[in-house]
T-cell receptor
Framework: QKEVEQDPGPLSVPEGAIVSLNCTYS??????FMWYRQYSRKGPELLMY????GNKEDGRFTAQVDKSSKYISLFIRDSQPSDSATYLC?????????????FGTGTRLKVLA | NAGVTQTPKFQVLKTGQSMTLQCAQD?????MYWYRQDPGMGLRLIYY???????DKGEVPNGYNVSRLNKREFSLRLESAAPSQTSVYFC??????????????FGSGTQLSVL
């Protein structure tokens, strides 16, 4: 079983839709939870990060972390064609004395004009 | 506004050839990382350097060596390339140490093919 599971998609939605992207994880030692956006042939760029459980909002983006369920989500409101990209979840923490910063495999999102 | 710069952007090697991927950051970050990205596998850490003069193995270090030349530069060397090393390689940096870090800044990647 992978430490982080993420549906690869692709996920196609019409412009203006609300998008929900999710990841599940198995290691309870993770403390930081991140979402990266990666455009085709580019490096990932940090979009959102959350420490421990709770919600964080930034413009059209909301990140949610539920540590009790080991489940994280990214919501995109009023989605735009420019949001079309691959979204990677990531999480970090120290487990068994070892640093870990691991990524999901990414979900491809297409927002149709 | 360079951030993290990687060279080259593309490279084709024959099995057994060697090469070095270069990375430089201009954000005065302490930590630097090398990742590889393969379809269905996500980003996997090869090596990292928490500070100038130190390097540590990540998840998939076999077949690679690294050098933290100074605070700005972190290079990745393939001594004898194999087809299994065909991948997209990303360099990243962070201000904080790996153990307490939440923000990585990535370069634009090197697409490497080993024939």
């Amino acid at each position: 079983q992978k430490e982080v599971e993420q549906d690869p998609g692709p996920l196609s939605v019409p412009e203006g839709a609300i998008v929900s992207l999710n990841c599940t994880y198995s290691n309870s030692a993770f403390q930081y939870f991140m979402w990266y956006r990666q455009y085709s042939r580019k490096g990932p760029e940090l979009l959102m990060y959350t420490y421990s459980s709770g919600n964080k909002e930034d413009g059209r983006f909301t990140a949610q972390v539920d540590k009790s369920s080991k489940y994280i989500s990214l919501f995109i409101r009023d989605s735009q064609p420019s949001d079309s990209a691959t979204y990677l979840c990531a999480m970090s923490g120290r487990t068994s004395g070892t640093y870990k910063y691991i990524f999901g495999t990414g979900t491809r999102l297409k927002v149709l004009a | 506004n360079a951030g993290v710069t990687q060279t080259p952007k593309f490279q084709v090697l024959k099995t057994g050839q060697s090469m070095t991927l270069q990375c430089a950051q201009d954000m005065n970050h302490n930590s630097m990382y090398w990742y590889r990205q393969d379809p269905g596998m996500g980003l996997r850490l090869i090596y990292y350097s928490a500070s100038e003069g130190t390097t540590d193995k990540g998840e998939v270090p076999n077949g690679y060596n690294v050098s933290r030349l100074n605070k700005r530069e972190f290079s990745l060397r393939l001594e004898s390339a194999a087809p299994s090393q065909t991948s997209v390689y990303f360099c990243a940096s962070s201000e904080r140490t790996p153990a307490t870090n939440e923000k990585l800044f990535f370069g634009s990647g090197t697409q490497l093919s080993v024939l």
